[in-house]
């Protein structure tokens, strides 16, 4: 029972290319994030949604593009690829509960762009 | 967010306690003090959170000193399984639905736990 899942978990693919990146959270929760972990091993947020709505968007690329059709599912969409796109995406969830919240992490999503 | 500084790496034996400084002078009072850590190839796990008193959890202890510029996390029976990069993260209360509720990671402390 996995609690946040992110599909497919390595994704190799040509510069250029559009791909999407699946995740789902079987938590309940409504706050859903995706973070972007670089080669140097730095986590940075990119985007959250709270109940399907887009709260955070830091600095990304208009290329990057989330959607969140239910409270469960936050995908991220990549249209044409470039070689600094290579890391590891991480979706995570919350659930604000007075005035703190826990983040649940996915296992990840490692693209590579050739 | 307050900006906190880690020792990058320690070393701890199996079946010790192991102490994870972190700095965070510039903390704010509505400022809570976090700790995730991420092992090797996984996602980021949450470990325990607290404002300014000492928090514990079946995984660690948090100790926040009074001035609450400093904390430490203690992982009382450090095991091989331990061994992985240990975020400190400052974080004002949540402003639900608005832009605090972003984790902002550091570089953290490598804890490499030896048997």
């Known amino acids: 029972d996995t609690a946040v899942s992110q599909t497919p978990k390595y994704l190799v693919t040509q510069m250029g290319n559009d791909k999407s990146i699946k995740c789902e959270q079987n938590?309940?929760?409504?706050?859903m994030y995706w973070y972007k972990q670089d080669s140097k091993k730095f986590l940075k947020i990119m985007f959250s949604y709270n109940n399907k709505e887009l709260i955070i968007n830091e600095t990304v690329p208009n290329r990057f593009s989330p959607k969140s059709p239910d409270k469960a599912h936050l995908n991220l969409h990549i249209n044409s690829l470039e070689l600094g796109d290579s890391a590891v995406y991480f979706c995570?969830?919350?659930?604000?509960?007075?005035?703190?919240?826990?983040?649940?992490f996915g296992p990840g999503t490692r693209l590579t762009v050739l | 967010d307050a900006k906190t500084t880690q020792p990058p790496s320690m070393d701890c034996a199996e079946g010790r306690a192991a102490n994870l400084p972190c700095n965070h002078s510039?903390?704010?009072?509505?400022?809570?003090v976090y700790w995730y850590r991420q092992i090797h190839s996984q996602g980021p796990q949450y470990i325990i959170h607290?404002?300014?008193n000492n928090e514990t959890n079946e995984m660690a202890s948090l100790i926040i000193t009074e001035d609450r510029k400093s904390s430490t996390l203690i992982l009382p029976h450090a095991t091989l399984r331990d061994t992985a990069v240990y975020y400190c993260i400052v974080r004002a209360y949540l402003n639900y639905g608005g832009a605090t509720n972003k984790l902002i990671f550091g570089t953290g402390t490598l804890l490499a736990v030896q048997p």
């Open positions: 938590l309940g929760h409504d706050t």
């Open positions: 995570a969830s919350s659930q604000a509960r007075g005035p703190t919240d826990t983040q649940y």
């Open positions: 510039t903390i704010s009072g509505n400022e809570y």
């Open positions: 607290g404002l300014k």
